[in-house]
C-alpha cells in the first residue's frame, strides 16, 4: 500500500467499488484522519473508545455518501473537514441517544446547539434518515443465515453445491429457493427505505 | 427461445442479464421482452438495485472489518507504548533506589537526646570513665562526618569496652560500628554485627527499615565487587 494517498486517489479508489481499492482507501482515510477524528471526540467528553465508534459509523456514512453521489470532492475543499463535519454530527448524535449524559458531553451538545442555532434537530432527522438508507444497514436487517447465503453466493462466488455444505443446506435446490426469498426479503427491505 | 414461467427461473435469468452473463442470441431476445414487457424493465430494475446495495453492504461490510483490524492494531501499539514507558519508569526508579542505597549515607536517630542518662546534669560530677565513653561516642560520630573511618571504629569499640553501658546508648554505638566498619573496608566485622540486630524485637535504638537496607545493601553490593 503507498504511504500517502491525496484526496482525490482516496474517492477514485472508493468509485473503483472493488474490495482491494475500498480496503486501500479505508487504510488511507484511518491513517490520515483518525487522529483528528479521536481529538475530536476526546475533546469533546468521549473516549478512545467513543472515537474509534465514531471512525466506523463515519466510515460507512463517508462511503455510502460517496457511492451516492452525495459527496463530490470540489476545488479548493479539504476532505477532511468533511469528515470533521460529519463526525461531529455523529457525536452529537450519539450523546443525545445516551439515557445519561457526562458534564463534559453536555457542553459540547450546548456548544454544538450554539454554533447551529434550530440545526440540530433537522441535522438529526437528515443523519437519522440518511442511516436508513445506509446499504449495509439495509443489508443488516436480515436475519444471519441469510446474509451468509447472499455474502456467500455473490461476494465469495460459491456455487450452490458448496453453499449447501458450507451452510448446512439439504441440497443446492434448497439453497437456490432459500436465494430466491431472502433477495425478495431484501427487495422489500429497499421499498421501505425511501429514494432506493 | 422462451421466457422462463417460474419466478425463481425468470429471477435467475435476469440476474445472468443485468450481470452480462447471457450469450449473444439469448441477450438479444432478452432485449426483445424488456421492449415488450415494461414489467420486466421494472423487475430488472429492482434486481439491479439489490445487486447494488449488496455490493455496498459487501464493501462496507469488508472495510469495517479493515477498520476494526487497523483500529486493533493502533490499541495494541498505544497499549505497548505505555507498557514500555511504565517499564521503563519502573526501572529508572528501581535504579535510582538501588543508586540511593548505594551511595547515600545510614543516618541514625539521634543520640543528644539522651544527654542527661549519660553526662551528669552537673558536669563537675560526672565521673571520668563515663565522660570518656560520651567523649569516644560523639567523637566517632564526628569522625564518620569527616570519613575517617579507621579512627570511628577506634572510637566506638573504645565506647563498647564499657561494661555498664545502657542498653540504647550501646545499641546505637554499635549500629556506628557496623558503619565505621563498612566504611573502612571490614565487611565481615559489619555483617557480624549487622546479624546481631537482624529480627531484634527487643532492641532499643530503633534504625528505620530504609536505613536497614541501606547498610544491608552496602555490605552486599561491597562483597559482590570486592
Given at each position: 500500500m503507498k504511504h500517502s494517498y491525496t484526496d482525490r486517489e482516496i474517492i477514485e479508489a472508493l468509485l473503483a467499488r472493488r474490495e482491494r481499492e475500498v480496503n486501500e482507501a479505508t487504510e488511507a482515510l484511518y491513517n490520515q484522519h483518525h487522529k483528528m477524528i479521536t481529538q475530536l471526540i476526546c475533546t469533546s467528553g468521549g473516549n478512545r473508545y467513543d472515537a474509534d465508534d465514531v471512525f466506523q459509523d463515519l466510515l460507512v456514512a463517508f462511503l455510502h455518501n460517496v457511492w451516492s453521489g452525495q459527496f463530490r470532492l470540489k476545488e479548493n475543499a479539504k476532505l477532511s473537514t468533511y469528515l470533521y463535519e460529519i463526525a461531529k454530527n455523529l457525536w452529537y448524535k450519539k450523546i443525545r441517544s445516551r439515557s445519561a449524559s457526562t458534564s463534559r458531553e453536555l457542553a459540547y451538545m450546548k456548544d454544538y446547539e450554539a454554533q447551529t442555532p434550530d440545526a440540530p434537530d433537522a441535522m438529526q432527522q437528515l443523519i437519522a434518515a440518511d442511516e436508513d438508507a445506509w446499504s449495509l444497514k439495509i443489508f443488516r436487517r436480515l436475519g444471519i443465515e441469510a446474509q451468509q447465503l447472499l455474502k456467500a453466493f455473490y461476494?465469495?462466488?460459491?456455487?450452490l453445491k458448496d453453499i449447501a455444505v458450507k451452510l448446512g443446506y439439504p441440497s443446492d435446490n434448497a439453497v437456490k429457493m432459500q436465494k430466491h426469498r431472502t433477495l425478495r426479503d431484501l427487495s422489500n427491505e429497499i421499498r421501505k427505505c425511501k429514494g432506493l | 427461445m422462451k421466457r422462463p414461467t417460474d419466478r425463481e427461473e425468470e429471477q435467475a435469468w435476469i440476474e445472468r442479464y443485468a450481470l452480462g452473463k447471457m450469450p449473444p442470441e439469448e441477450m438479444r431476445f432478452f432485449e426483445n421482452e424488456l421492449v415488450n414487457d415494461p414489467d420486466l424493465t421494472h423487475k430488472m430494475n429492482e434486481i439491479k438495485t439489490l445487486h447494488r446495495v449488496m455490493q455496498e453492504a459487501f464493501l462496507q461490510e469488508q472495510a469495517l472489518e479493515t477498520l476494526r483490524k487497523l483500529q486493533s492494531r493502533s490499541r495494541i501499539k498505544r497499549r505497548s507504548v505505555t507498557m514500555v514507558r511504565y517499564i521503563g519508569f519502573a526501572a529508572a526508579a528501581c535504579v535510582a533506589f538501588m543508586a540511593y542505597l548505594s551511595f547515600s549515607m545510614p543516618r541514625f536517630p539521634d543520640?543528644?537526646?539522651d544527654f542527661t542518662v549519660v553526662r551528669s546534669t552537673n558536669k563537675t560530677t560526672m565521673p571520668p570513665a563515663q565522660r570518656q565513653v560520651f567523649d569516644q561516642f560523639f567523637e566517632g560520630q564526628a569522625h564518620i562526618v569527616e570519613g575517617q573511618y579507621v579512627m570511628a571504629v577506634k572510637n566506638f569499640e573504645t565506647v563498647l569496652?564499657?561494661?555498664?553501658?545502657r542498653p540504647y546508648f550501646k545499641e546505637a554505638a554499635q549500629w556506628h560500628l557496623i558503619v565505621a566498619y563498612l566504611k573502612s573496608g571490614d565487611l565481615s566485622r559489619a555483617e557480624i554485627l549487622y546479624k546481631r540486630f537482624d529480627?531484634?524485637?527487643?532492641?532499643?535504638y530503633h534504625v528505620s527499615t530504609l536505613n536497614r537496607w541501606k547498610i544491608w545493601w552496602q555490605i552486599n553490593v561491597q562483597k559482590l565487587t570486592s
Amino acid at each position: 500500500m503507498k504511504h500517502s494517498y491525496t484526496d482525490r486517489e482516496i474517492i477514485e479508489a472508493l468509485l473503483a467499488r472493488r474490495e482491494r481499492e475500498v480496503n486501500e482507501a479505508t487504510e488511507a482515510l484511518y491513517n490520515q484522519h483518525h487522529k483528528m477524528i479521536t481529538q475530536l471526540i476526546c475533546t469533546s467528553g468521549g473516549n478512545r473508545y467513543d472515537a474509534d465508534d465514531v471512525f466506523q459509523d463515519l466510515l460507512v456514512a463517508f462511503l455510502h455518501n460517496v457511492w451516492s453521489g452525495q459527496f463530490r470532492l470540489k476545488e479548493n475543499a479539504k476532505l477532511s473537514t468533511y469528515l470533521y463535519e460529519i463526525a461531529k454530527n455523529l457525536w452529537y448524535k450519539k450523546i443525545r441517544s445516551r439515557s445519561a449524559s457526562t458534564s463534559r458531553e453536555l457542553a459540547y451538545m450546548k456548544d454544538y446547539e450554539a454554533q447551529t442555532p434550530d440545526a440540530p434537530d433537522a441535522m438529526q432527522q437528515l443523519i437519522a434518515a440518511d442511516e436508513d438508507a445506509w446499504s449495509l444497514k439495509i443489508f443488516r436487517r436480515l436475519g444471519i443465515e441469510a446474509q451468509q447465503l447472499l455474502k456467500a453466493f455473490y461476494f465469495e462466488k460459491l456455487s450452490l453445491k458448496d453453499i449447501a455444505v458450507k451452510l448446512g443446506y439439504p441440497s443446492d435446490n434448497a439453497v437456490k429457493m432459500q436465494k430466491h426469498r431472502t433477495l425478495r426479503d431484501l427487495s422489500n427491505e429497499i421499498r421501505k427505505c425511501k429514494g432506493l | 427461445m422462451k421466457r422462463p414461467t417460474d419466478r425463481e427461473e425468470e429471477q435467475a435469468w435476469i440476474e445472468r442479464y443485468a450481470l452480462g452473463k447471457m450469450p449473444p442470441e439469448e441477450m438479444r431476445f432478452f432485449e426483445n421482452e424488456l421492449v415488450n414487457d415494461p414489467d420486466l424493465t421494472h423487475k430488472m430494475n429492482e434486481i439491479k438495485t439489490l445487486h447494488r446495495v449488496m455490493q455496498e453492504a459487501f464493501l462496507q461490510e469488508q472495510a469495517l472489518e479493515t477498520l476494526r483490524k487497523l483500529q486493533s492494531r493502533s490499541r495494541i501499539k498505544r497499549r505497548s507504548v505505555t507498557m514500555v514507558r511504565y517499564i521503563g519508569f519502573a526501572a529508572a526508579a528501581c535504579v535510582a533506589f538501588m543508586a540511593y542505597l548505594s551511595f547515600s549515607m545510614p543516618r541514625f536517630p539521634d543520640s543528644e537526646n539522651d544527654f542527661t542518662v549519660v553526662r551528669s546534669t552537673n558536669k563537675t560530677t560526672m565521673p571520668p570513665a563515663q565522660r570518656q565513653v560520651f567523649d569516644q561516642f560523639f567523637e566517632g560520630q564526628a569522625h564518620i562526618v569527616e570519613g575517617q573511618y579507621v579512627m570511628a571504629v577506634k572510637n566506638f569499640e573504645t565506647v563498647l569496652e564499657s561494661n555498664d553501658l545502657r542498653p540504647y546508648f550501646k545499641e546505637a554505638a554499635q549500629w556506628h560500628l557496623i558503619v565505621a566498619y563498612l566504611k573502612s573496608g571490614d565487611l565481615s566485622r559489619a555483617e557480624i554485627l549487622y546479624k546481631r540486630f537482624d529480627n531484634c524485637l527487643e532492641c532499643e535504638y530503633h534504625v528505620s527499615t530504609l536505613n536497614r537496607w541501606k547498610i544491608w545493601w552496602q555490605i552486599n553490593v561491597q562483597k559482590l565487587t570486592s
